[in-house]
């Protein structure tokens, strides 16, 4: 026969003594220590997943701007290889006109390769074009994609400081060390200055 057992980890313990008003300051005083500790822990769980959340965002529009970019590299070589058939067109309505000029009474033909020329020369302009502006917009994309990259990076990084901050703001309420506290001020203040720099970026 098994039997569940609800296990609780030491800050669980310390948080729902504190939440019950036993601090150890005797029986129905709150410790204000506890307090701020759970206040401070409420404000880093806070900004953490404002951070984790931007840092999902970034890694998401990244990748719509990577999607982009390939798509479009791929419309890119699709108008490349139009522009080429259409040059092979144009090279081999010359050759017609350079071979019916060698043969008697071909005025005509000579005028139709020569009307062909012209009309593939016209139609591949517009091609080159459209396949110039579409590697355009994939270097665009490609650069929009780096930098949200960068930033879901420093995102990433400010998430984790947190979470170093919140861990050791639960160590701190157990052991109550001030130069812990501290420590997890200044993690937990390193994490706020590196998502205000993803922020800014």
């Known amino acids: 026969m098994s039997e569940d057992y609800e296990v609780h980890g030491p800050h669980d313990h310390a948080v729902e003594h504190a939440a019950a008003g036993h601090g150890g300051h005797g029986d129905g005083e709150r410790d204000p220590f506890a307090g701020r500790m759970a206040v401070m822990t409420a404000i880093l769980a806070s900004i953490g997943a404002i951070l984790a959340y931007q840092s999902g965002n970034s890694e998401n529009l990244a990748l719509y701007y990577k999607n982009e970019a390939a798509i ?95 861990a050791l703001t639960a160590i701190t309420l157990l052991t109550r060390s001030r130069w812990l506290l501290w420590t997890s001020l200044g993690v937990g203040a390193a994490g706020v200055v590196l998502g205000a720099l993803a922020f800014f970026a």
């Open 72 to 166: 479009r590299k791929t419309e890119a070589a699709n108008q490349w290889a139009y522009y080429q058939a259409k040059g092979e067109k144009e090279n081999l309505a010359e050759l017609g006109a350079a071979l019916s000029a060698l043969t008697p009474n071909s005025t005509e033909a000579q005028r139709r390769f020569a009307a062909d020329v012209d009309r593939y020369r016209k139609q591949k302009e517009p091609i080159r074009a459209q396949a110039e502006s579409l590697e355009k917009q994939v270097a665009q994309d490609d650069a929009r994609a780096e930098a949200l990259l960068h930033g879901h990076h420093r995102w990433a990084q400010a998430t984790t400081l947190i979470q170093i901050s919140i």
